[in-house]
């Protein structure tokens, strides 16, 4: 059996273990010489706080500063998400490590990480577990779990330290 891996798509949020699961995604990429995109999906405001706020404001005005903040929010996201990469990228002690494509989206976690696996044609989807008990899961589910429910690819849970 040949296995072979040619994109990766770590997804993640900007939690203390963000490092790690990105680290992770960074030295398998050296590894099987694939690249690696990095996503972090920022959840959307729920649309009954959006239309409660719209009245306030007016939807024109609140269009133009949701978009204003939107896309600046995305970019601070993407700088942030590139100091990881740079530090993590530091620490490893491969040679040469194919440089990350970052992509920060807005929207419901599991579809976003889902439609751009598709869109990429990842080979392997990575994810970090925030490990919130069993409570947490009873009731709400988790991200990782609906991934992997919903998805036919690889799919890897990097537990939290």
């Known amino acids: ?8 798509l770590v997804a993640k949020d900007l939690s203390k273990g963000s490092s790690r699961v990105i680290r992770y995604a960074l030295e398998l990429g050296c590894k099987f010489h694939a690249q690696v995109h990095v996503l972090h999906v920022m959840p959307t405001v729920d649309s009954s706080v959006l239309n409660r706020v719209a009245l306030t404001m007016g939807a024109d005005t609140l269009a133009k500063f949701n978009a204003l903040n939107e896309a ?13 990469i740079k530090t993590e990228t530091e620490l490893m002690a491969e040679d040469h490590v194919n440089p990350p494509q970052i992509e920060v989206h ?43 429910r919903k998805t036919n690819r690889t799919v890897t849970i990097v537990p939290p330290r």
Do not use: C, W
């Not at 059996?1 to 990766?8: D, E, L, S, V, Y």
């Not at 976690?109 to 947490?136: E, F, N, Q």
């Open 72 to 84: 600046d929010l995305a970019e601070k996201t993407r700088v942030q998400l590139d100091e990881i």
């Open 1 to 8: 059996m040949n296995f072979q891996m040619n994109k990766i």
């Open 106 to 148: 807005h929207g419901d976690p599991t579809s976003m990480i889902l439609a751009v696996a598709d869109r990429l044609d990842v080979d392997m989807i990575i994810l970090g577990s925030h490990s919130k008990g069993k409570l947490h899961y009873a009731f709400l589910g988790s991200v990782a779990e609906k991934v992997l």
